[in-house]
Structures are given as C-alpha cells and as structure tokens.
Nanobody
C-alpha cells in the first residue's frame, strides 16, 4: 500500500493542525493504521494507532487528550487531529500501515508514508 501524508506546517503553541494520509494500491480496510513522529536526533516514536474498522484507538501518553486519530475506509484516508500543540510536538510525522493492531511498534509497520513536518513555535 502506498501512503501519502500531508497537512504539516508551522503553528504557534496552543494551536491545532490536522494531518491527513491518503492510501492507495491495496485494500485499505485490511490494514491497521498508525502515526509516528521523529524529532531531530531522536528515534522514531509511536503517536497513535487505530484498528481496521476505526475502533480500538491507542495513544502515546504524551499526546493523550490532545490528539485524535480517525479513518475513513470509503475515502482510504487516515487523519490525526492535533490540538493544544506544544513545542515538543515538533517533528516529522509519518503515517504507517500494518497487518497487526495496534501499529505501535516500528517492527509491526509494513508500509510508511513519506513524512510531513510539524513545527510548533513557542
């Protein structure tokens, strides 16, 4: 499956962004989906995951209550709504697909999107 992430940008602390990830090539509903992020000098880390039918959502403790993951299996899209953004949320965000849910470990990811930069200024 091919993944194309978009929606990143520069935002002030406390602001919001909505990331989108468009999937193509295979049956989207067969895949559990997730979002990861990687800040400069740091390892790629799990952000959020969602099951094949849109249920069973998981979040990293650092984003719980601020970020919401969702998907639309008709449009083959997965989204990450990010509210109350903090400077420490600055990173390149990647969408990911895998056959095992939750997709919260990089070893479970079968496909990666190309990444979209999110920068939060203080």
């Amino acid at each position: 499956v091919q993944l194309q992430a978009s929606g990143g940008g520069l935002v002030q602390a406390g602001g919001s962004l909505r990331l989108s990830c468009a999937a193509s090539g295979r049956t989207f509903s067969n895949y559990a989906m997730g979002w990861f992020r990687q800040a400069p000098g740091r390892e790629r880390e799990f952000v959020a995951a969602i099951g094949r039918n849109g249920g069973n959502k998981y979040y990293a403790d650092s984003v719980k209550g601020r970020f919401t993951i969702s998907r639309d299996n008709v449009k083959n899209m997965v989204y990450l709504q990010m509210n109350s953004l903090k400077p420490e949320d600055t990173a390149v965000y990647y969408c990911a697909a895998g056959l095992s849910h939750p997709v919260r470990y990089t070893a479970l990811v079968g496909y990666w999107g190309q990444g979209t930069q999110v920068t939060v200024s203080s």
